[in-house]
């Protein structure tokens, strides 16, 4: 589906399989393969799925001066929400039931290629690091 603005920007919207793959410092891989709704604009690019760990969304800038950079929202047995502005820094919040927590992002990095998206960024409590991820989204 093609959708225009009245600004003449076009978003373009469809459905696709998407396999997530994130690795962290602590050597944790996790798998999954996704259907996810795919939108994209110029500017965006963006997916929405429900997953085992609950309903999903990442969006990612595609110009490294636009404001926001990066978010990652995960609705589910926990509420997480992940942002990132283009010089890497943001936020982590985090709620499960008994704990709502605060945290820094550091060193957020995205690459963008045709069928891949990759991003990494950095977890701090203050200022101890807690964990480093890398995920990679394939479009399949």
Sequence with gaps: MITM???MT???EMT????IKSKDDY???FIE???ANKKENNEYLEYNYSSEIGVCKIKLAKKRDLKDYFEMIRDGES???LSFNNNGQGIFKLETKGLKKE???RNGEITLSHENTYFSYEIYEEENFINALRIKLIEE
């Design 5 to 7: 603005t009245t600004m």
């Design 16 to 19: 696709i399989n998407l396999k």
């Design 79 to 81: 509420l997480a929400r």
């Design 27 to 29: 050597g944790d891989i």
């Design 10 to 12: 076009i978003m373009i």
């Design 103 to 105: 945290f820094i992002i």
């Design 33 to 35: 393969n996704v259907k």
